[in-house]
Structure formats: structure tokens, C-alpha cells
């Protein structure tokens, strides 16, 4: 039986894209190797590079204003020093939402002075701070738009008077947004994109170049630009599975038809849990995310039976992070809106039970 994958990450691919890049596996196309084994510098796959960069463009509108796109590696954990690497020459300004943003924080102070404009520690980051304002004098400012384990979502972000940096790893992708506002935007690949392997960067090229130190080769943006993304030998399989993800993505009619169905999902999923009353929600309602719903039971005494009936019903990756506790549907953009109906099933169950 297909499980209802709920996982935070690596998480749910579409199943055409599985097909797909299993073939590709087998067969890359019709060639007699495996996309496994091709070459990067061979014309299938500088071919398969650039559409998947091309496409990220595209549906991000942004084709002819100055950016890039460059699949790099080392996850999101790479970009929060690469991010100061780059941009940072005295001091930054982060927005601290949790558990991502505090270790960007932490690995952007080996470069320079970080100060926090704001931060929602004080409540366990279940919302997400409003009201800060950003000096004019720092070399950037950072945010983290979807914070997986908190469950929160920046429903909207500051007219910043200097660059804006995003962590956008776990929503890139789901909602439209004007992506101009941002001047450079990392992903992990693994929640909306493809699988593990693969990292994002979207970069206004104009606000390279302006840092005095000495960057080392492989953490330069311009040397991934300059290069094609192909400085080193890129993370292949899941550079081509992104694109077929991208490829889906577009056919089903971009980012405005993806958010329909994510808002759709998340409407299911937070009903029941207001309503239901042997459930609590974590995030405050106002920033709660449509990626990634925390909630926990009202009585734990409820717990054995209702992870009984979750995996009989062929639900997986459900549990929270161990910071929160409780559970986390994880709704990215292809899990399907049957996924989250057998979840809110499962719930209600429980609720003519006790």
C-alpha cells in the first residue's frame, strides 16, 4: 500500500517525477547509460542544467532582471556562511524565528557582527515577530519564511531598505509572491523540489562583488555563475529530478495553481484541528504555515491509540520534532489533498472514540 507521506524532509516527490527519473535511472534518455553515470560535462546534461535553471526563473518570475540560478550543494547549512561570506562586510541584521534561523546566525558570527531586529524565542517561536524595523546601515537583512518545526509562515515581508536575504527551504515554490522584493533566495531541494543532494540559490547579480576580503573559490556566487553552476561536478540526479519536478509544477499552471490546491489542504487540516477538540494547534492562527500544521493531543493518555490508527491508515512521517513535541503534517506541494482527508479522517475517528 502507497503510504500518505507526510515527512518533513526529504519529503513526498510527485509520482510522475518517480517514474520518470526511475527510468532515468535504468536509461537516461534512451541512451543506453544511467543518468547515474552520464557525465556532467556531456551536452544531455548541461542540457538537463539549464532548463532546471531556466525554470526556476521562469516560474519565479523573474526572467530579465538581473538574477541567477545555481544548484550548489551543502544544503541550507552551507548558505548560512556562504550568505555572510558573500554580503556581509560589517554587520547584518536576521529575523530569529527558530531552530534554522538560529544556526544561520550562529555561522554568519564567524564573519561579522549579527544583530537580531527581532526574534520570537520568547514564546517558543510560535509566531512570528511583526513590527521590527530594519537599519539602513547593515549590509543585509535575513529571514527565514517557513519554519518547518515551529509551523510557522511569514504571511508577508518588510519593505527592507537594504538587501533581503531568504531561507526559503521549506515554501519556495508553494505561494505566489513578488520574488523581486528578495535579492538573493536559498532552498534546500528535498521539500518542494526534488530529493536530498541539491541547493537553490537565486542571486541579484548586483549585489555581488561588494565585500573586501578574499573569498575562497568554491564559496564565491561569482565563481558558480561565472562557471554555470559547474564549478565543481554538480549533484547530477537530483539536479535533473528538480527539473522534472519544475516541469510539473509548470504544466499544472505555475505557482498560482499550486497555491490554490496548498491553501485548499491547509484549510482541511486546520478546521479539524479547531474544531476537533482533543487537539491543540502550536502556531498562533495568524502565522500558521500552509506547508507544515503542528498540533498536538490534548491528552497524551490518547497517543498509543491514535499512532495505532495513524499507521493503519497508512500514514507516515507524522511525529513532531522533538524541540515541540506533538505531531506535524507536512503538506509541501505534492502531497495530494486525499493524503490530508485520510489524515483529518483518522483525527475525527479518534474523536468519536474517546
Avoid at 541584521?93 to 554568519?108: D, F, M
Avoid at 523540489?193 to 564565491?220: C, H, N, Q, Y
Avoid at 487537539?279 to 491528552?299: C, I, P, Q, W, Y
Wanted: proline share 4%; aromatic share 10%.
Amino acid at each position: 500500500m502507497k503510504k500518505h507521506n507526510f515527512s518533513a524532509g526529504p519529503s513526498i516527490l510527485p509520482q510522475e517525477v518517480i517514474l520518470k527519473s526511475s527510468q532515468a535511472v535504468l536509461d537516461f534518455n534512451d541512451d543506453g547509460l544511467s543518468i547515474l553515470e552520464i557525465s556532467h560535462r556531456s551536452k544531455a546534461f548541461i542540457d538537463v542544467m539549464e532548463n532546471a535553471r531556466a525554470l526556476v526563473i521562469e516560474l519565479l518570475g523573474l526572467e530579465g532582471k538581473g538574477y541567477k540560478a545555481l544548484f550548489l550543494q551543502g544544503g541550507a547549512s552551507a548558505q548560512f556562511l556562504m550568505v555572510a561570506m558573500n554580503l556581509l562586510e560589517k554587520k547584518a541584521g536576521y529575523l530569529n524565528t527558530g531552530a534554522w534561523s538560529n544556526k544561520a546566525i550562529k555561522e554568519a558570527k564567524n564573519i561579522g557582527d549579527i544583530y537580531e531586529v527581532a526574534s520570537s524565542k520568547d514564546a517558543n517561536f510560535n509566531y512570528i515577530p511583526k513590527g521590527y524595523s530594519i537599519p539602513s546601515d547593515y549590509d543585509y537583512f535575513h529571514c527565514t519564511s517557513n519554519n518547518t518545526i515551529f509551523g510557522t509562515q511569514m504571511k508577508s515581508f518588510p519593505n527592507s531598505p537594504i538587501p533581503m536575504v531568504c531561507d526559503m527551504s521549506s515554501d519556495i515554490f508553494s505561494r505566489v509572491l513578488d520574488f523581486t522584493q528578495f535579492d538573493l533566495i536559498y532552498a534546500g531541494a528535498q521539500k518542494n523540489m526534488g530529493p536530498a543532494g541539491a541547493t537553490l540559490v537565486v542571486v541579484k547579480e548586483e549585489i555581488l562583488g561588494k565585500v573586501s576580503r578574499t573569498i575562497p573559490t568554491i564559496l564565491d556566487y561569482k565563481s558558480h555563475i561565472d562557471a554555470d553552476s559547474m564549478y565543481n561536478t554538480p549533484p547530477v540526479f537530483p539536479v535533473y529530478t528538480t527539473m522534472l519536478t519544475l516541469e510539473w509544477l509548470k504544466n499544472l499552471g505555475g505557482i498560482k495553481a499550486i497555491e490554490e490546491m496548498n491553501e485548499l489542504k491547509a484549510q482541511v487540516m486546520y478546521s479539524e484541528i479547531d474544531l476537533n477538540p482533543l487537539f491543540k494547534g502550536f502556531a498562533v492562527k495568524e502565522d500558521r504555515s500552509l506547508m507544515n500544521a503542528t498540533f498536538t493531543l490534548e491528552n497524551d493518555k490518547l497517543k498509543e491509540t491514535f499512532e495505532t490508527m495513524l499507521k493503519e491508515a497508512g500514514i507516515s512521517g507524522v511525529n513532531g520534532h522533538r524541540s515541540v513535541g506533538g505531531y506535524r503534517a507536512s503538506m509541501y506541494n505534492a502531497l495530494p489533498i486525499d493524503s490530508v482527508k485520510a489524515l483529518v479522517e483518522v483525527m475525527s475517528e479518534l474523536e468519536s472514540k474517546a
